[in-house]
Structures are given as C-alpha cells and as structure tokens.
C-alpha cells in the first residue's frame, strides 16, 4: 500500500485499519487511498483506465489483510467539477471493476478540484482471522502471487519485442487484479501478508519490519512474465521484479508446516503462486542469486530499499 | 452535502449510501467527501482547522441519516508528500474532532499532490431506521437545528461590530459542530433529513425533490445568530441563512402529530430546534416574510435555486 503515516491518530491508539466487529462473528475492515493524475496515473491516462484501478488497488489493500470486499465509494475532484465525459468513462471503469470483483459502489461524489480520485472500500473478514503484517517468523517461507516487475516494464515504455504482447503489458499497468481470492485463502494459513504495490522490497521491508525479522530471497526465484523475462536482461528484469511498484500482487510468509496446503490453495487461482524465500532472524533484506552471489541493483535504484 | 453523481454507479442500481446489513440488528452507511484547497477551504487555513472540518463535514452526513458515528479515515494530498508540520497539524485537528464525537479514526493516509483531503466515515443505524430525503409529505413542519447563515458572514469577511464575536464567528466556519445527537434522536420522528452544507434552499430543495412535495419557509422566523442579526440587515441575513451554506445544521421535516415530541427532544441538545416553516403539496419553494409577502433574494445570489 501507499503511505500511511502515524500523524495525530497516533494519538488516539488507532490500528490501521481497525477491524470493527460488525456482531455476527465478523469484522469490518475500511482502507481509502488516493490516486494523483502525474503521480500516481499520467496525464492524459484513460479515465475508464483510473477508475478501474482505483477500485482494484483498494480491493488489493484489502486482499492483503483476507477481507471479503463488500462495498466501495468513490470521491473525485475533477477541474470541471460534478460532470462530463471524464467522470462518465470514468464511473464506467469503476462499475467495470466493481462488477468484475463482486463489490457494490454508490454514485461517485464529485467535487471540482485539481484531477485526482480517492476511493474508500469496506470488506469483512471472520473475528480474528485477518490477515496482518506482524506475524512473520524465522524459517517461514516467503511467497508471492502472479509475477512482478510487469507495470515497471510498462511504466519504463519497453516496448515489446512482439507487438501482441503490448495491450497485455498495459493491462498489468492500467487494470492490475487484486488477488481477492488469495487473500482469503490464505486465512489461518499464512503468517503476514501485504500487497506489493511500492515493489516487493519495499512492502516485504514493511512485513520484516512489524514482524521483527530478515529475510533471504533468492532473485532467480522470482515469478517473471514471458514478456518480462523476454524483453529485458535477467538483472535488469530481477530489479523491476524486486522495486519498481504498481504491481497488486501478495507477498506473504507461511510456516513450513502449512506452506503444502497454501500452495496447493493458491495454485488453483489466477496468478498461482511462487516461493522466493525464507524468512531469517537476521534483520535486514538479502537479495541472492541461485548461486548464492549477492544480487546488488543498480545504486540508486528508484523505491529500493 | 456536496454533489453526489449517479456517474456509474447508476448502472449498478446502488442507492447512496448504500446500507449494509450488519447481522445485530443494525445497518452500516459509509459516506465520503473531499475538501480542495481553493475551493473548500482558502489557501492558508490552518491545518488543524482543515483537520477538524474534513472529519465534521462527514459526521454531518452521518447525523442526516441519524447515524451513530464509529470510524473515520482520511486519506491527503499534500504537495510535500507523507510528512511534515502541515500533516501533524491536520493531524490534530482531526484527532480533535475524532474525541470530540467519539470517533475512532485510523493513521492519515498521505500522498503527493495538490493539497486535497479526502474522509470517509462509517456509522450505525438499527435496521430500517435511517433518515432519508424522500419522506416529506404536506403538512408536515420544516425545521432546522442551530443557526443558518454564520458561516456564509464569516467568508463575506464581514467583522463583527463587536470584536470580541470574531473568534466565535470564525469557529463557525472553521470548526463546525455535526448534529451528531440531533440526527439519532430524530429517528422514528422525521419524515426527512438532510444537513444544510450547501445551503438551505438547496438542500432543502432536495427534500423536496426526492419526496415530490414543496415547501413554504417564513424568513422572519429563519434562526439567526446574535452576530449575523446584529450585523447585517434583515434582508441580507435571510439571504445569507438562505444559501450561503457551510453550516453544517440539520433541516428535517415532521408529521404533526410528532412535531411536540421531536422539538423537546431537540431543545434539549445543542443548537436547539426552530420550526421555519411547512411542506406543501403545491410543487416550488416559496419564502415569505411574515406578513406573507414573498421573500426575492437578491439577483444571481450565490447557490440561491
């Protein structure tokens, strides 16, 4: 996810998000996030295209924690205000990934303002069995769903080598699936979970850090897509793979004793699933290769941690 | 409240909001909405200000449906990203609202971009007992809590004769008070509700709309402000109670028979309660003075529909 600072609510004790307990054996978990034309979506982006990811990169953030999605609003300031063909592609998109993950949107508010879409969803999970990022644990293996470093490939404008595989790069881009069903398979299963949209380094950093633990990947391990893995040479590929972002996969830690049954949960699903590590009592993030060479990223590599 | 569009979600057949069951006898609403510098609030108010205001503008939402309030997040954007004095001192304003009304509210999601703050909160309504806009019928009273008109005299930058109501007539921009117990003593006795942030006329007018009725208001009889009528001409003042908006009062209508029942059980709480005037089977909005000639706002007012 996004960055989510302490600011003031610290104060108040909050966890973030803080389940409620809904009375019937359930709890209620809300996450928001905003997404900024030039920051978070281009200029010019395909308003079909924002709000479709609007609502999937929330649906992720709830995935991450196990939740059912239940239902979801939109706000968004746009420079003309309540109305026109933006707003119309862009209900459009929205109701097309509403539709497409079972979640109900009421009406989008709209207010003017400089262009950008904030969008809140609800989701409900069993009393106690949400998934967070703090349970993490020596000898854990460490797992993602799908593959990475696919958006960073769209975002870097590598064109493919075979143009059919253009529209299905910008797909991974434009219209990333959360991994909702994942999430609530690995209920009860896996120790920590998160979803990988600042890159896997990153927001495995966030796991090890609630957790209180390291990690060791094995770089060769990482799930690549044909497309990926052909366009671009194995450690260039291996640092989009690892930081560049926007990606709306799982990353998550399961015990040894339970990673059969997660995998087998998991294979049945879009994206499968792939091991690329184990979770270390040394702190710290240790990138290897097969042979077990430090991988290091270019220096300065964008969002790597 | 601010526009809502039927943009997408219209297709879905979603009310707004929308209720969710909650399996204890209680139904869940979620609203949102997002505050613009420039266009909500000016450039240069406080942070915590701004704070305050975005978690209030939303429990205003809340109490029109006679909602208990339980949760709220808040997801900003601000130029200079995740942190800094601007965010912590949101961040206590928003805290300060939070305990004030006793709502939890989890860790400021935060990204860059032009300084916008979007909140979402979620409250509770036992089973089939909110508050709506459509059930006005003729002859039933209008009231509103409060007083009308505060806010719209502080942004005219109007001074108060007296210095000493400065600070008072600021609050009641900067730092409205949500009706909060208004709206959750009015269920079961009013037949609609809405709060009048964009206004009386306009939002009573949606009243209006969404039951098929219309209204008569006596101006003479709008609460006003020791400050607005000590001010400002009459005339001025109803205009300003009229359509300036930023209130952030509670205007509901109610059958005859529970008209005792509901203005004691307002009187009691703060703002208090005042019947301005009667819902009509003739369609419009007619604003009289009190000797029953018509009430004309000045030309092209602001907002005045």
Redesign the interface.
């Known amino acids: ?12 004790g ?5 389940p ?1 307990d ?5 709890q ?1 978990v ?5 997404l ?1 034309e ?3 979506f281009a200029a010019g982006t395909a308003p079909a295209d924002v ?1 479709f990811k609007a609502l999937a990169v929330n649906l992720s953030d709830l995935a991450a924690m196990g939740a059912d999605p ?2 979801a ?5 746009h420079p003309g ?3 026109g063909p933006w ?2 592609a ?6 097309a990934a ?2 497409r993950f079972g979640v ?11 262009l ?1 879409v ?1 969008v ?1 969803a ?1 989701g409900s999970i069993p009393e106690g069995r949400a998934l967070t990022r703090a349970g993490a644990a020596p000898g854990d293996s460490i797992a993602v769903t799908g593959t990475l470093g696919d958006a960073g490939l769209a975002l870097a404008g590598v064109a493919p080598a075979a143009p059919d595989d253009g529209p299905w790069l910008q797909a991974r881009l434009a219209r990333p699936e959360p991994r909702v069903e994942a999430g609530i398979a690995l209920r009860g299963l896996a120790s920590a979970a998160i979803d990988v949209s600042d890159g896997l380094a990153a927001d495995l950093g966030h796991i090890l850090g609630a957790s209180g633990v390291g990690a060791r990947l094995d770089v060769e391990k990482l799930p690549l897509s044909r497309v990926l893995a052909g366009n671009l040479p194995p450690e260039r590929a291996w640092e989009l793979a690892l930081a560049s972002g926007d990606d709306y996969e799982l990353c998550f830690t399961v015990p040894p004793h339970r990673l059969a049954e997660a995998a087998q949960r998991l294979r049945a699903l879009p994206g499968g699933v792939t091991v690329i590590g184990i979770v270390t009592a040394a702190l710290g993030l240790q990138c290897l290769r097969g042979d077990g060479r430090a991988f290091q990223p270019a220096p300065g590599y964008r969002h790597f941690s």
């Open positions: 996810m996004r960055g989510a600072t302490d600011t003031g609510a610290e104060a108040l909050a966890a973030f998000p803080e409620l809904c009375g019937d054996g359930r209620l809300v996450v928001i996030d905003t900024v030039g920051v978070h709000g239940r239902s609003r939109a706000s968004v300031c205000g309540g109305e707003l119309d862009f209900g459009e998109g929205l109701g509403a539709a109900d949107v009421g009406p989008v508010v709209t207010t003017r303002g400089p950008c904030t809140e609800l």
